[in-house]
Each structure stands twice: as C-alpha cells, then as structure tokens.
C-alpha cells in the first residue's frame, strides 16, 4: 500500500507541473494535499510533530452563477493519516478496549512508531474564484466524508544489532466513517487549507488511557494543496 500510494502521488506531481499536462483533457481537477494532522487533545496518546496526512482527490465542478465565479466541485479521493507516537508508543488489542504499549519494554530501541488509517473519501466543496482561468484568488469552504478501509501500527526497532519493523493489522476500534470540514484559499494552482473532524478517529471510550489524562481524537490538518489548473 505504501509503495502503490507513493508511485500514485510522484506520478501526480511529475505530470502537474510541466506545461504539456494530459490532465488538462479531463473534465474536473485533480488535488493533492499535503499537511500537518494532530488530534484535539492528545495528551492521553501523545503525537509527534511529523504525523501528517496525503490525500489525492478528483473533483468535477459545477458553475452555480453566469458570472463563472461561483461553483460547486463534488469529488472522490483516497486519504492516509500517519499518527506517530511519541514516546516509543503503540497501540493493542486487549478485548474490547485498544490498550497503549510501551515498546521499549518489547524492543531494545524503538525508533519509530506510528499508525496509518487509509480512507476512500467524497469531497464536497462551494467554491468562489475572482474570474474563470488559471489566475484566479480563489476561496472554498465544504466537508468530505470517508470510509476507513485499512488500517495499522508500524514500528521500527532494534533488537540484538538489527533493524526490524513490526507491523500490526489488527481491530484498533477506529472509526469506520469520518466527516471533516475543510476550507482552502490561494491563487492559481496552489492553496492552503484547513481540516478539521466532526466525528473522532476512534470509537467512544475505546482507547484506555492513563489516569490523569484525555484523549480526544478529533483530527485536524493543515497544509497545502497542489491541483492541475
């Protein structure tokens, strides 16, 4: 999955951004997001400052004004959180409840840990634009919505001299269905935008966390985004 969505999203980005792009003969856009994702409160799981999330969409857009500034783009894409853990953290099951590890007491150096949720997503976004074409400011405010498919725990360690990673498949009691807001603004082919969940990346009390501490699991992202204006 990892090198399948890597060749996706270099094959993206080769054919944006030369002049001769044979996007441009397809209805609709193409986008690619790249940002920074955290949880509302992750004091009860903390996350590293590199966890981030990739996204590749395809919208069609709709013109709703004659002006041509006014449009609506529903879409479909795929989308791969990466939460990484601090700490040398992962995640288990232990009945009904996801349990948090410590890999240090498993491995002798742990030096990456982290989970990846993969979704297939329905983006849906009003846009305003100054003028049709290319060299427009550009404003959008909408939501997606995202079905989880696959998911798991990564980490790197080092046992005995050698590197290994360890990787888990297992039943995490992640949310199957997400939503997000998300609102974008930027000129020509390049934007920033904001994301952020109205539903949480895990089930309700589905994580034991520590005494003392709080896990609300509400995702949000910020980053930029690349389409084939």
């Not at 609102?183 to 109205?198: E, L, Q, S, V």
């Amino acid at each position: 999955m990892k090198k399948l969505s890597l060749a996706i999203l270099l094959s993206f980005i080769s054919i944006s951004l030369f002049a001769q792009n044979p996007l441009k003969k397809i209805p609709g856009n193409f986008y690619l997001d790249l940002g920074l994702t955290n949880w509302a409160d992750d004091s009860g799981l903390p996350l590293e400052t590199q966890s981030r999330s990739v996204s590749i969409s395809y919208m069609y857009e709709f013109t709703l004004s004659s002006s041509g500034k006014f449009t609506f783009n529903p879409g479909i894409g795929y989308s791969a959180d990466n939460f990484f853990f601090k700490n040398g953290q992962t995640l288990g099951k232990n009945g009904d409840q996801t349990q948090i590890v410590d890999t240090n007491l498993l491995f002798d150096n742990t030096k990456k840990s982290k989970m990846v949720a993969n979704y297939v997503e329905i983006p849906l976004e009003f846009r305003f634009r100054t003028h049709p074409g290319k060299d427009a400011f550009r404003l959008a405010v909408g939501a997606k919505f995202g079905y989880m498919f696959a998911s798991h725990t990564k980490v790197k360690h080092e046992t005995n001299g050698d590197t290994r990673i360890a990787k888990d498949k297992g039943n995490l009691n992640l949310n199957d269905f997400r939503g997000q807001f998300i609102g974008r603004i930027g000129y020509k082919w390049i934007n920033f935008f904001c994301a952020y969940g109205f539903t949480e990346t895990f089930k309700d009390n589905a994580v034991a966390i520590p005494n003392g501490t709080t896990l609300d699991s509400t995702p949000y992202t910020i980053g930029i985004t690349f389409s084939s204006f």
